[in-house]
């Protein structure tokens, strides 16, 4: 039986553009061998299975994929996998395994980071299908052969075919799935669309207890970042707007609805209906009760 080929043995591969981080974590050439097979499994990371030659079939999440030559196939983190070989035309696999972050501590505010955020969210989606490009097993043939090589600028070479790689490969599906990035986005200023994602953020959260660290991990930003977008569009921190939207949710059920106080309380994110009453005196309102009845047309 044939040896997996193992590129970049001993090397730590890791590709930095930007703000976006990718880690190689393993590069396999698996061989074509009549009776390959790979039991159920996932990953935390994400890996790209790239078939040059022969025929075999992979079952992502359950549902079955048959494989031909110059098909390939995405599967990220913890999606269950197992993959086999066709008998009569046994399949050989390139495999890249990777780990695709974005750097916290860069303050990256160019289109870099938003295509990176696109690119993760993508990624990180089940894709229970194959796809067809030979242009990709072609870079396959050339990483493996620079890696058997290793002359002169190979390192470089290297990172610049993976980041070929993965690029092609993410076009071509995101092409072929119809989630291509709108660049007409692109016109309005990045501090504009960061805006509205936190805006955004907070229409759907609302009714949650939201911690800002919860905000950072989501839209990627820190608490710097958050609250002095937040005073440059609405001239408030990201808590202020918070608790001002809250207070109109509650007064429009108030207005329009016969719901008890209690759950308006709950249904506009006050923690009780003691702390709704509380905030309703402080900004010099009323009861939520005199709300109501002053709000009924005479």
Request: glycine share 4%.
């Amino acid at each position: 039986m044939k040896k997996p080929v193992i590129a970049l043995q001993n090397l730590n591969m890791e590709i930095n553009l930007g703000c976006l981080k990718i880690k190689v974590v393993s590069l396999v050439d698996v061989p074509a061998e009549p009776y390959w097979h790979v039991a159920n499994h996932s990953h935390t990371d994400f890996e790209l299975h790239v078939i040059p030659t022969g025929q075999g079939r992979v079952e992502i999440e359950g549902v079955s994929i048959n494989l031909k030559a110059n098909d390939f196939y995405i599967t990220g983190p913890y999606v269950n996998h197992m993959q086999q070989s066709l008998h009569s035309d046994p399949m050989r696999e390139y495999c890249l395994e990777c780990d695709i972050s974005i750097c916290d501590d860069k303050n990256e505010t160019s289109l870099t980071k938003e295509e990176a955020v696109f690119l993760i969210n993508s990624l990180s989606k089940t894709y229970q299908k194959a796809y067809n490009n030979p242009d990709i097993v072609s870079l396959f043939d050339m990483v493996f052969e620079e890696d058997k090589s290793r002359d002169t600028g190979f390192y470089i070479k290297m990172q610049l075919l993976i980041l070929d790689i993965l690029m092609t490969a993410f076009r071509h599906f995101t092409i072929e799935e119809k989630t291509r990035y709108d660049y007409v986005m692109s016109n309005k200023t990045t501090d504009e669309l960061r805006i509205t994602k936190l805006i955004n953020f907070i229409k759907a959260n609302y009714k949650k207890d939201i911690l800002l660290e919860d905000v950072e991990k989501t839209l990627f930003l820190t608490t710097r970042q958050i609250n002095r977008l937040m005073i440059k569009g609405f001239g408030c921190t990201f808590h202020t707007y918070l608790y001002r939207y809250r207070i109109s949710k509650a007064k429009k059920m108030l207005e329009k609805t016969d719901l008890p106080i209690e759950q308006i309380a709950f249904e506009s994110g006050f923690s009780s209906h003691y702390y709704m009453y509380q905030v309703f005196k402080k900004e010099n309102i009323g009861t939520p009760l005199n709300y109501r009845k002053s709000s009924i047309p005479k």
